[in-house]
């Protein structure tokens, strides 16, 4: 799987996008993600984040994670893609000031923080979600499944 890594806040030290990257990639295998499969996890502050959170989902207020699937479509959509072209999974946008807040309130380490943010993304880009009980049980049992798995356990 090929991933890419933005950090708009420079603040994000080299050993915690290795960390993110061999965990989407533990990920990936247990969920059985091509290998071509591509995807972005970009890392903005709280004021970035609010923008997106009002634009995309009409929240005027900071969020931790917000991630744009590219692989949904609706039942009258036509399926563009073919049979060559790489799995585009989509974006996970993280905050990194919502991730220091939260580590800190929960009492773990950031890089445990953005461990959890970065596989919830990833499950939403997968098609998990949280909008019923059912669902977020079944997602967030997936969630710590992996994480206890790769070692990053609160």
Known sequence: ????????????????????????????????????????????????????????????RPTDVISFA????????ADILGEDLPLVLGDIVISVDKAKEQAEEYGHSLERELGFLTIHGFLHLL???????????????KQDLILGEFGLER
């Open 1 to 60: 799987m090929h991933i890419d890594f933005h950090d708009e806040t420079k603040s994000i030290k080299a050993d915690n996008i290795d960390l993110l990257q061999r965990l989407l990639m533990f990920a990936a295998e247990k969920e059985v993600i091509a290998s071509e499969a591509e995807l972005s996890v970009i890392f903005v502050n709280n004021r970035e984040i609010r923008e997106i959170n009002r634009n995309y989902r009409q929240q005027d």
């Open 127 to 141: 098609g998990y979600d949280h909008m019923n009980q059912q669902d977020e049980e079944a997602m967030f049992r």
């Open 70 to 77: 590219m692989q949904e479509k609706s039942d009258d959509e």
